[in-house]
């Protein structure tokens, strides 16, 4: 089905299942430990293996001698991979670093080996017996110094340009002009990235915890060199991804060359140590906000630098993004230069490009309000913009920012707030703080195979994955509202790469992606069921079990009874994206306490307003969203990889060292959903909400902490140490 | 993990001598950081005496007031014992202030006190690490310092000493009772019990070879308010940047002891009598010639500030 | 230190398949070595421990967690792997009435003790109060965190209602109140990268039967 018209009326408007809070249909699996993970799968074809990865112990270098005969003789040892006994590796097309390093390395903790033996503890025990020779070359590290001289990014990141800023910031009354930084984050989904490897032949099986498995299938047979017809991968359950899991890593490559080797399956999963320098991170920024208003707070000027690094062959952290739409403004630039670093592969992490730009945007936006003397509400609400800035033919095909920041500001009790350092409960300092949240709306063809058994059950089949995002659950929902079937009537497989391809789960494009696609298929099976049943022409109403045409009527089970009806069709995007801005919307609101003794910050309240189409499970999508809230207050308080720059890694490589957000951390949590629909973005008329939830929290967070203590810190995460000694004199 | 064999001990002084006899040998009790260390082949025991059978699990109360804690008591039974919880408060609060309910649960009064320091750098061991290899060098300096030590510390090593329950034993002058291979025992003071690394940071305590912590005494009460102060980047589940842990009287006068900030508790008696003078003279004679490091010169203001927490608190 | 294995340096080898020369898919001459490998089995002990009711004995490598016993060798996947250091409470389960982790336990020392997994709690059409209400309640997104933040709610109760302390009781000569700010921190061990802890708090208090 091709969507290059705005949806007209459909079925799912009767919004009879979709659109309704439904808890999961996976959920009695995953309560009660049932659901089966990557490394978890039983049914193999022979009795599995154990690998164990080694990495490289230096950053960047070649490996000079590899001496692995004391591993191959130890107790259980079945085979030892290396860069010399592989095989011929190529580089998938979503990887920057080779996955198996040698004799160059790349990265530290790049994977060098693994090791396949009967047991874990025999693999673990003998990873630690190989030695290695390196000779170690010098690198890039430190992003403040390689910034310097860093070119402009290019292709679609390349600079833009409308009117002329330069002039516009010259000539404004009133300008703001300052230096933002964010850190280097790591994903930390709770799974690790783990994969059970399985050859049957020239057949490859994988079992591995990935977002998108279609990529994953296809960067395994480009990176193993092997036909992508010989290639399943399997990912029914994920741990968790935010990004992290978006291509193929070291895991899947690992299990498979050791699966080869050893001539049975093979399972790896990746250590938690081994996570933070082995796999993705979402890089560290440095911006530079440029902003110019009139008196009266009507931007004129606005202008977004950032710079990041990646090895040599990656991109750029898009921080400036959001900066393009936000606000109106007659003369604007934005620009990213990357810089080449050794550091770990950066890459993409939930709302990569708005999750850091809105964390220094929006706190601009706060700076620039108060040197306006002007609510940070009403000058984002003056500054809105209906219409894409950079092209104002352009319209946005819903844009509801400005009621989501004034519902939010009257819910949150936005007007009881101080001027900062005015509130004290006992020794907690107490601020309020606001953030527009923003992220676009990317759509991506998305297929599904729909069945009808002769007991009138409903299969739903597509690679599509649920990373917790609710993905089984309104893929049940779209067939049930679609075919007028119950939701027990529905049957969801997912992640199985023999399966039409979909759009996966990256982007926050899935939801609605997927469940486009969905609708695709379902037409066609209900095409087929009045076909087969003989009830056309007319038009078709579905439920209860049975379809109706004029004043006939039928159970759609009868259809299938000579033998199961199968149809299988995608959904296409045509241009609308391009004759319409596709975007969600938000406004996050945040209550903190700031300990004026030790400056530790406790957050108290938060609220998010979404705007952002249909929802499809409220229950879900609410989920998504204070998920991405708590990942938000990580962002903002706590999260950083910390970076040696003279070894070149990241230090704090475990769940010790690298915080992420506590159960005492976070508060209740609310979230509204404007009701809406938007029918220029697909027939479900949804848009994403898991990455928007996470996009303005830091801002928010920040701009709470100046209102508390009136110390502004721009360089995240906001640990105590950046204004503990502003914080006024304690004895 | 390296292969190791496996014994459940019989008796104290038993598992003791074995421990000596034995090359590679070590105790077990809760696990919670010697499995961990293992794993990462930290810590390469060949042979591992479980010393979780032996009893000494009791609190029992000494003659002439103060507690005898068994080695073997769990963090969470410490803590929740009547008698800490009444007369020992920062004892309680110390513990609750540290690891996670389930770790509590396993852990033991004596393994906390033998915990290892958490620097990332002794962590790794592509790094080098005068602790984790003696002579290799410290990565620490010079490089990710924010969580290590600022006082106490050497040229050689500038790790912590992780402990919360340490931290509130030092205030509350414990001392660690322990037997030795040939059956003797003796109690060390816990002011003497961890020593500082100077040129041998592998060397972390006073225990000599085979040597076994059997209980921990606690002195009789000494009243006053008991306050465990613990400042972290995430409310709970993560390691001090600064802890104060004080027990201070009416009188304004008490004890007060820092963790985060060294290898072992830090305690300089001379500053107990400085605390009704308030936190700044206090935090200046306990860091008197402190070392910081460009990531860490903030514990200093932050131990201060917390002191000052502190003191306002037990004026309350 | 040595450079390669065998007869041919693996350095040449390397320069000859970086100029093209087909030698994908071979495997080097690792696996000859290995068909020698020494079999010296590791030290192994026995163990007999009671799961989920049932009794149970185990050959083990000595090395084996009670974690990985429970995976590998019981195959109860449930308890979930997440980091193998303590530091995430994904392995959580509940040992003679008390929660722990699995991952920093050895199995051999678990002789006689009665272990309480997720799968022990309630079966998928048969669910734990706790189950039902992480269900109601959405108190998960990818699952995988999830067992452990349910054997670690149950425990929780059970702990607040013995009169165990915590960070945030107020005065820890009292017994602590059956809050959600209690129930936060004694969960915080439990680590939900997804973010669901507004709505865990949730289906704890419902269980407890307090307001969240």
Same mark, same amino acid.
């Given at each position: 089905m091709k969507f290059d018209q705005p949806a007209g009326t459909n079925p799912i408007d009767r919004m009879k299942v979709v659109g309704k809070p439904t808890t999961r249909i996976d959920g009695p699996l995953k309560v009660t430990g049932h659901a089966p993970y990557a490394y978890e799968h039983q049914e193999l074809p022979g009795k599995p293996a154990y690998g164990y990865v080694v990495g490289s112990a230096v950053a960047k270098g070649t490996i000079r001698s590899m001496d692995t005969s004391r591993a191959e003789r130890a107790p259980g040892v079945v085979a030892v991979v290396t860069h010399r006994n592989a095989g011929k590796i190529a580089k998938g097309n979503f990887n920057t670093a080779m996955l198996l390093g040698g004799p160059k390395i790349q990265h530290y903790h790049q994977a060098i080996a693994v090791v396949v033996a009967e047991t874990f503890e025999q693999a673990r025990s003998a990873a630690a017996l190989i030695d290695v020779d390196y000779a170690r070359d010098g690198g890039a590290f430190d992003l403040a110094a390689a910034k310097v001289d860093a070119p402009d990014a290019t292709g679609s990141d390349a600079p833009t340009a409308v009117g002329d800023?330069?002039? @516009?910031?010259? #000539?404004?009354?009133?300008?703001?002009?300052?230096?933002?930084?964010?850190?280097?984050?790591?994903? #930390?989904?709770?799974?690790?990235?783990?994969?059970?490897? @399985?050859?049957?032949?020239?057949?490859? $099986?994988?079992?591995?915890?990935?977002?998108?498995?279609?990529?994953?299938a296809g960067d395994l047979a480009r990176t193993l060199q092997i036909p992508p017809e010989n290639v399943r991968l399997i990912a029914p359950y994920i741990g968790g991804g935010f990004g992290g899991k978006l291509f193929l890593r070291s895991d899947v490559l690992m299990a498979s060359l050791g699966a080869k080797a050893a001539k049975r399956p093979v399972k790896v999963a990746l250590t938690r140590p081994f996570m933070g320098n082995n796999t993705t991170h979402r890089p560290a920024t440095i911006q530079r906000i440029r902003l110019g208003a009139t008196k009266d707070g009507k931007l004129t000027a606005i202008g977004h630098e950032s710079w990041s690094g990646d090895l040599e062959g990656g991109g750029p952290e898009s921080a400036t993004q959001q900066t393009k739409l936000l606000y109106a403004g007659a003369n604007r630039m934005t620009a990213l230069r990357l810089a080449v670093l050794d550091l770990p592969e950066g890459n993409a992490m939930r709302a990569p490009g708005e999750a850091p730009g809105l964390m220094a945007l929006e706190i601009a936006v706060d700076e620039l309000a108060e040197k306006l003397g002007m609510d940070p509400v009403k000058l984002r609400v003056i500054n809105d913009t209906q219409v894409d800035p950079e092209k104002p033919e352009r319209p946005f095909s819903q844009r509801n920012l400005v009621r989501c920041l004034e519902e939010g500001a009257e819910r949150f009790g936005w007007a009881r707030r101080k001027a900062p350092g005015q509130v004290q409960d006992g020794r907690w300092l107490i601020g309020m703080g606001v953030a527009a949240a923003f992220r676009n709306n990317l759509n991506m063809k998305s297929g599904a195979r729909v069945r009808l058994s002769p007991s009138g059950q409903v299969t739903v089949e597509t690679?599509?994955?649920?990373?917790? $995002?609710?993905?089984?659950?309104?893929? #049940?929902?779209?067939?049930?509202?679609?075919?007028?079937?119950p939701l027990a009537k529905v049957t969801v497989k997912l992640g199985d790469s023999s399966f039409p391809v979909s759009a996966g789960s990256g982007g926050q494009w899935g939801a609605n992606s997927s469940t486009a696609g969905l609708y695709a298929a379902c037409v066609k099976l209900r095409e087929a069921i009045v076909s087969k049943l003989g009830l056309g022409p007319g038009e078709a109403v579905f439920e209860n079990g049975q379809v109706h045409v004029g004043n006939r009527v039928a159970d759609i089970a009868a259809a299938a009874k000579g033998g199961e009806i199968v149809v299988e069709d995608s959904i296409e995007f045509g241009d609308l994206g391009k004759k319409f801005q596709q975007s969600t919307f938000g406004a996050h609101f945040v209550e903190v306490a700031v300990d004026r003794y030790t400056g530790e910050t406790r957050v108290r309240r938060m609220l998010a307003v979404c705007a952002a189409g249909r929802i499809l499970n409220p229950t879900a999508a609410r989920s998504q969203v204070i998920g991405a809230m708590t990942m938000g207050v990580g962002g903002a308080l706590m999260e950083e990889l910390a970076v040696d720059k003279r070894f070149g890694f990241f230090v704090n490589h475990d769940l010790a060292g690298y915080e992420v957000p506590v159960h005492a951390d976070i508060p209740h949590q609310e979230v509204v959903f404007l009701d809406e629909a938007d029918d220029k973005v697909s027939p479900m008329k949804a848009k994403g909400v898991g990455e928007l939830g996470l996009c303005g929290v830091g801002a928010a967070v920040a701009n709470a902490i100046y209102n508390a203590t009136g110390v502004r810190v721009r360089d995240y995460p906001i640990t105590l140490d950046k204004h503990l000694d502003k914080l006024g004199e304690v004895v | 993990m390296r292969p190791f064999t496996y014994e459940r001990a019989t008796s104290a002084q038993d598992a003791a001598a074995k421990v000596a006899a034995t090359p590679g040998a070590r105790f077990i009790a809760g696990g919670t950081n010697l499995l961990d260390l293992m794993k990462l082949e930290i810590e390469t025991p060949t042979h591992l005496i479980d010393v979780n059978g032996l009893g000494m699990d009791k609190i029992e109360a000494i003659d002439g007031g103060g507690l005898r804690i068994g080695a073997l008591v769990r963090n969470t039974d410490l803590a929740a014992d009547a008698?800490?919880? /009444?007369?020992?408060?920062?004892?309680?609060?110390?513990?609750?202030?540290?690891?996670? *309910?389930?770790?509590?649960? /396993?852990?033991?009064?004596?393994?906390?006190?033998?915990?290892?320091?958490?620097?990332?750098?002794?962590?790794?061991?592509?790094?080098?690490?005068?602790?984790? /290899?003696?002579?290799?060098?410290?990565?620490?300096?010079?490089?990710?310092?924010?969580?290590? *030590?600022?006082?106490?510390?050497?040229?050689?090593?500038?790790?912590?000493?992780?402990?919360?329950?340490?931290?509130?034993m030092r205030v509350l002058d414990a001392s660690v009772e322990t037997i030795r291979p040939d059956g003797t025992t003796r109690a060390i003071p816990i002011a003497d019990f961890h020593t500082l690394? *100077?040129?041998?940071?592998?060397?972390?305590?006073?225990?000599?070879?085979?040597?076994?912590?059997?209980?921990?005494?606690?002195?009789?009460?000494?009243?006053?308010?008991?306050?465990?102060? /613990?400042?972290?980047?995430?409310?709970?589940?993560a390691f001090a940047l600064v802890s104060v842990a004080a027990v201070i009287g009416k009188d304004g006068k008490g004890a007060v002891a820092l963790g985060g900030v060294a290898p072992k508790p830090w305690r300089v008696e001379e500053a107990d009598a400085l605390l009704p003078k308030g936190s700044k003279v206090v935090a200046d004679c306990l860091f008197a010639g402190a070392t910081p490091r460009e990531d860490n010169a903030f514990k200093l203001t932050l131990a201060q500030r917390t002191i000052a927490a502190v003191l306002a608190e037990a004026k309350a | 230190m040595t450079e390669g294995y065998g007869a041919i340096s693996r350095r040449d080898v390397l320069k000859t398949s970086a100029t093209g020369a087909a030698i994908a898919g071979s495997l080097g001459p690792g696996n000859v070595a290995m068909a020698q490998a020494q079999t010296a089995a590791p030290p192994h002990a026995a163990v007999s421990?009671?799961?989920?009711?049932?009794?149970?004995?185990?050959?083990?490598?000595?090395?084996?967690?009670?974690?990985?016993?429970?995976? &590998?060798?019981?195959?109860?996947?449930?308890?979930?792997?997440?980091?193998?250091?303590?530091? !995430?409470?994904? %392995?959580?389960?509940?040992?003679?009435?008390?929660?722990?982790?699995? %991952?920093?336990?050895?199995?051999?020392?678990?002789?006689?003790?009665?272990?309480?997994?997720? &799968?022990?709690?309630?079966?998928?059409?048969?669910?734990?109060?706790?189950?039902?209400?992480?269900?109601?309640?959405?108190?998960?997104? %990818?699952?995988? !965190?999830?067992?452990?933040?349910?054997?670690?709610?149950?425990?929780?109760?059970? &702990?607040?209602?013995?009169?165990?302390?915590?960070?945030?009781?107020?005065?820890?000569?009292?017994?602590?109140?059956?809050?959600?700010?209690?129930?936060? &921190?004694?969960?915080?061990?439990?680590? %939900?990268?997804c973010g669901a802890y507004s709505n865990i708090a949730e289906a704890m208090a419902q269980v407890a039967g307090v307001k969240a």
């Open positions: 800023f330069a002039g @516009a910031f010259a #000539a404004a009354p009133v300008q703001l002009d300052q230096m933002y930084t964010t850190p280097d984050q790591s994903h #930390a989904m709770m799974e690790p990235h783990a994969t059970i490897a @399985a050859w049957e032949g020239d057949k490859l $099986t994988v079992w591995s915890a990935n977002q998108m498995v279609a990529w994953g690679d599509m994955t649920d990373i917790g $995002t609710g993905t089984y659950t309104i893929m #049940a929902q779209t067939a049930a509202e679609m075919m007028g079937v | 008698r800490v919880r /009444k007369d020992y408060g920062v004892l309680t609060r110390a513990l609750v202030a540290g690891a996670s *309910g389930q770790l509590r649960n /396993k852990a033991t009064t004596a393994g906390n006190l033998l915990q290892r320091t958490r620097c990332p750098y002794f962590y790794d061991v592509n790094m080098p690490c005068n602790k984790r /290899k003696p002579g290799s060098g410290c990565a620490a300096i010079g490089g990710f310092s924010r969580p290590l *030590g600022v006082i106490g510390t050497s040229d050689a090593c500038i790790a912590t000493h992780p402990s919360d329950m340490a931290v509130a690394p *100077g040129q041998t940071p592998h060397v972390e305590t006073a225990l000599e070879k085979g040597e076994m912590i059997i209980s921990v005494a606690v002195p009789k009460p000494k009243g006053g308010t008991h306050i465990y102060r /613990k400042v972290r980047d995430r409310a709970s589940y | 421990l009671k799961i989920n009711g049932k009794a149970t004995r185990l050959e083990l490598d000595t090395r084996t967690t009670l974690l990985d016993a429970l995976r &590998e060798h019981v195959k109860l996947t449930g308890t979930k792997k997440g980091c193998d250091h303590g530091q !995430c409470g994904a %392995c959580t389960v509940i040992v003679n009435g008390r929660r722990i982790n699995s %991952c920093l336990t050895l199995a051999v020392m678990h002789e006689g003790d009665e272990v309480t997994t997720i &799968e022990g709690l309630g079966s998928p059409d048969n669910l734990h109060p706790m189950q039902a209400a992480f269900v109601e309640h959405d108190g998960y997104q %990818c699952g995988y !965190c999830t067992p452990g933040q349910i054997c670690s709610a149950v425990a929780v109760l059970e &702990e607040i209602r013995a009169g165990v302390p915590s960070h945030v009781t107020a005065d820890v000569s009292k017994p602590s109140p059956m809050t959600t700010t209690e129930m936060r &921190e004694r969960m915080s061990g439990n680590i %939900c990268r």
